[in-house]
């Protein structure tokens, strides 16, 4: 199927009620929207232009679910990919591919009633989004994901948002709720100034799989008092690591880039490990007090090991030179030795 639209979405539901969306195996599917909207023709339920929702490609106002084992190409010209009012779920088996957005790939508001936002249970999802401040996925709820492969790149510089008086970047995933990853392979990677990979106004908490994360661009200056900094994972909350593995690589030259920030409190599992890059400028905050600063790892320091200025309950941090251009960090118990 191949659905091109000249004044609208590709596809617009207006009904709050959920959507199935089954992707007949064997089958590559096209969305692709118009670049501007004119109005319809005709509205629903006595509505008008300025009352019904027209927010992207593929627009719902109700539950969005996908399931089956086809492939769903989606081009939003207007605005955003994909969006829907409700919450967005992936089974597995299901490959959707946002190619393009004006703004986001993935656009969630959430269903509240069932406190879901993102829910992927398996699949592939694929956004590759260069629009300014432009992310992989958003929601106002929750992103959960517990399996499947992300695969989320974002180019985009960040933008002074006036409606928030603060700047605004590009992420590969942003959420006003949790993150939460429990399984499967994820790879996100943000190219533009201050970009993140992964972004949460409250926390992350990681127990499976593995995620990388690389940022390589520069800091973004709208004024003296307002900065966006690259960041590899970033939460206003707590970030719990406890299994799976997380690799993170921040290479822009920024004096605010960090790979791991937390406003609030970092825990981490015996055997849980980062991927950091080797900057001396490169910090991790913890507890809000004064970044660790890490000196520049040499030839001769490649496989020694040394201890952080900072603790959390129960752990030892330590940092073990991996190689001059890279570094791990393992917090492990205090009477178990470090690997």
């Not at 609208?8 to 064997?26: E, S, T, W, Y």
Request: glycine share 14%; aromatic share 6%.
């Amino acid at each position: 199927m191949e659905l091109t639209s000249t004044k609208g979405p590709a596809i617009n539901d207006q009904c709050k009620k959920r959507a199935f969306v089954h992707l007949m195996g064997g089958t590559t599917n096209r969305l692709t929207d118009a670049a501007s909207y004119s109005d319809d023709v005709k509205y629903l339920n006595g509505g008008s232009s300025s009352s019904e929702d027209r927010k992207g490609c593929f627009f719902s106002e109700g539950n969005l679910i996908f399931s089956g084992t086809g492939v769903l190409v989606v081009e939003g010209n207007y605005k955003h990919g994909i969006v829907t009012d409700g919450y967005f779920y992936m089974r597995p088996g299901v490959t959707i591919a946002v190619t393009g957005a004006a703004k986001n790939a993935i656009h969630v508001k959430g269903d509240e009633d069932d406190g879901i936002g993102v829910y992927m249970a398996g699949g592939l999802l694929y956004a590759n989004v260069s629009s300014t401040a432009g992310k992989g996925i958003k929601t106002d709820l929750d992103a959960e994901i517990a399996g499947g492969k992300l695969l989320l790149n974002t180019s985009g510089n960040a933008t002074y948002d006036s409606d928030e008086n603060d700047t605004s970047s590009s992420a590969g995933i942003k959420t006003d709720g949790n993150v939460i990853i429990s399984g499967g392979t994820h790879t996100l990677k943000s190219t533009g100034t201050g970009g993140k990979g992964i972004n949460a106004d409250q926390e992350i908490r990681i127990s499976g799989g593995e995620t990388t994360v690389t940022t390589t661009g520069g800091k973004y200056y709208y004024s003296q008092s307002l900065t966006s900094s690259p960041k590899g994972v970033k939460a206003d909350g707590n970030i719990t690591v406890s299994g799976g593995k997380l690799n993170i690589s921040v290479t822009g030259v920024s004096d605010g880039s960090e790979g791991l920030e937390s406003k609030a409190t970092v825990r981490r599992g015996w055997r849980a490990r980062r991927r950091l890059p080797s900057q001396a400028e490169r910090c991790i905050r913890m507890h809000t007090t004064t970044p660790s600063m890490l000196p520049r790892p040499s030839t001769s320091a490649a496989g020694r090991s040394m201890p952080m200025r900072a603790t959390t309950t129960g752990l030892t941090p330590t940092v073990r030179w991996l190689s001059p251009g890279d570094w791990s960090l393992a917090w492990v118990h205090p009477h178990r030795r470090a690997a």
